[in-house]
């Protein structure tokens, strides 16, 4: 599983990035998309062949030993039910959550909305943990295949469904189609088999932006030094537009890799709008209350800090000039599950504590052409231990960034940002990490939005 989530996230960041990225618009009329009924019986069997699939990979070709599953296995696990797991970071944290999304993708390529395609991820998450493995099934895979399947797997779906929907020459075609097949290889093949779209998609801007550059590490305890790396970042929509009605009509997505560490993959961040309120008027009104739901992957020299979470936020847009806005947004954080690093109690592959908490997030960025000039992004998390030393987590991340025009579409940029952790353990020595972080690169900002064919 491991390979696979690299190699994908790895076809995701470059399949995209072209494709998201191009100077014209991608617009199919709204007639064009199909209205056929959900299927259950596709959803269902597809859930069923991506279990089978995996499993069958496991057993007879890695020949792992917990795959060699049966019906005795299958009552012992019933029989004892849900424990904690000790598997690594990027396992438990990245792998199981792109397993959900791919549940999710079955039911939501199945003619099923947001809502009614999460059982779809309850029941593939459950189905694996009982029947697939001769190990007891794990709580924290179950929940992080669960909403970090249906986090990733909206954003996925949406950003499939615009690669597939575009026009233009036979290179261009294959290459938005082999793009949406390397971000949702699920949607896509459930896609072909009910041979017309998913039903019930709108017209949201999708703005899209790539950097590559150099970052150090100053102060890190493990990884530090130089290295390169490059981000994809989307904007789909905003909170702020009339038409973001429906779950995920406004997110935000961050991918960023480092092909020269040994932790290639160091950040995902993905923030979903499920609900919103304008307080007053209609059209663009600059102030929203908004349900959002996080999924948050960082895996950093000094601090690997995963998450999952939801918000209440408060936003606000005080538009500058035709062109240029301030955005401000504050969240009040509840946070059901999250792995964060730990010194103490650790096991062979484990080197993190499970805890529950909450916390706030606050950003507030300068937009010019819908591209963050200034932006600043905090975070402060504080975490109870469920599983692993006992003790509390207090964890500060902030980022402040900037960029400026050079030639055209191309933008010299650079940041600075500072991560904090304070861990108090009960029996054991308490542990207090600073790490500070500065980049330099470069960054292609497309000049016009795609158009995104929303359900």
């Known amino acids: 599983m491991r390979l696979s989530v690299l190699r994908h996230t790895t076809a995701f960041f470059l399949t995209v990035s072209a494709p998201l990225g191009s100077r014209a618009s991608a617009q199919v009329p709204n007639a064009s998309i199909g209205t056929l009924?959900?299927?259950?019986?596709?959803?269902?069997?597809?859930?069923?062949?991506?279990n089978g699939l995996t499993w069958a990979y496991n057993r007879y070709v890695q020949h792992w030993h917990w795959a060699n599953v049966g019906t005795r296995t299958w009552w012992v696990n019933i029989r004892q039910g849900f424990?904690?797991?000790?598997?690594?970071?990027?396992?438990?944290?990245?792998?199981?959550?792109?397993?959900?999304?791919?549940?999710?993708?079955?039911?939501?390529?199945?003619?099923?909305?947001?809502?009614?395609?999460?059982?779809?991820?309850?029941?593939?998450?459950?189905?694996?943990?009982?029947?697939?493995?001769?190990?007891?099934?794990?709580?924290?895979?179950?929940?992080?295949?669960?909403?970090?399947?249906?986090?990733?797997?909206?954003?996925?779906?949406?950003?499939?469904?615009?690669?597939?929907?575009?026009?233009?020459s036979r290179a261009m075609v294959f290459g938005r189609a082999l793009g949406a097949f390397g971000v949702s290889p699920v949607a896509r093949a459930q896609g072909l088999l009910r041979r017309r779209s998913s039903p019930g998609f709108g017209?949201?801007?999708?703005?899209?932006?790539?950097?590559?550059?150099?970052?150090?590490?100053i102060g890190a305890r493990r990884g530090g030094g130089e290295e390169g790396f490059g981000?994809?970042?989307?904007?789909?929509?905003?909170?702020?537009?009339?038409?973001?009605?429906?779950?995920?009509?406004?997110?935000?997505?961050?991918?960023?890799?480092?092909?020269?560490?040994?932790?290639?993959?160091?950040?995902?961040?993905?923030?979903?709008?499920?609900?919103?309120?304008?307080?007053?008027?209609?059209?663009?009104n600059p102030f929203v209350l908004g349900l959002f739901q996080h999924y948050d992957y960082d895996d950093l020299p000094l601090v690997r800090l995963s998450s999952q979470s939801l918000s209440g936020a408060f936003q606000y847009q005080l538009p500058l000039a035709a062109r240029t806005a301030l955005e401000f947004g504050m969240h009040l954080e509840c946070v059901p599950l999250a792995a964060v690093s730990s010194e103490?109690?650790?096991?062979?592959?484990?080197?993190?504590?499970?805890?529950?908490?909450?916390?706030?997030?606050?950003?507030?960025?300068?937009?010019?052409?819908?591209?963050?000039?200034?932006?600043?992004?905090?975070?402060?998390?504080?975490?109870?231990?469920?599983y692993g030393a006992d003790g509390k987590h207090l964890v500060l991340e902030t980022r402040v960034s900037g960029s400026v025009p050079i030639a055209g579409p191309i933008h010299v940029g650079g940041d600075f940002g500072i991560t904090m952790r304070q861990s108090y353990y009960r029996g054991d020595p308490h542990v207090s990490q600073q790490a500070k972080q500065a980049r330099l690169f470069l960054i292609w900002f497309p000049s016009r939005p795609t158009r995104a064919e929303n359900s």
């Open 37 to 50: 009924r959900p299927s259950a019986w596709q959803a269902g069997a597809g859930v069923v062949a991506i």
């Open 203 to 217: 017209q949201e801007p999708v703005w899209s932006w790539i950097a590559v550059g150099r970052q150090r590490e």
């Open 231 to 284: 981000r994809v970042t989307l904007q789909y929509g905003s909170p702020f537009q009339e038409q973001a009605i429906k779950p995920y009509d406004a997110f935000r997505f961050e991918l960023q890799i480092n092909p020269e560490a040994t932790r290639v993959i160091t950040h995902i961040a993905a923030s979903g709008l499920l609900a919103r309120v304008r307080l007053n008027g209609s059209g663009q």
């Open 344 to 386: 103490h109690g650790l096991r062979v592959r484990r080197d993190y504590d499970y805890g529950l908490g909450g916390g706030g997030r606050l950003t507030v960025s300068a937009r010019h052409d819908n591209h963050d000039v200034v932006r600043l992004d905090s975070r402060l998390i504080w975490l109870r231990t469920l």
């Open 83 to 168: 424990t904690w797991d000790d598997d690594a970071f990027m396992d438990n944290q990245l792998a199981h959550p792109y397993h959900g999304s791919l549940y999710f993708n079955s039911a939501r390529a199945s003619g099923y909305d947001f809502w009614h395609s999460t059982p779809y991820v309850l029941a593939g998450s459950l189905t694996w943990e009982l029947f697939t493995e001769s190990v007891r099934p794990s709580l924290n895979d179950l929940i992080n295949t669960t909403l970090g399947g249906i986090a990733l797997g909206e954003v996925t779906f949406r950003l499939s469904s615009l690669l597939a929907g575009g026009s233009g």
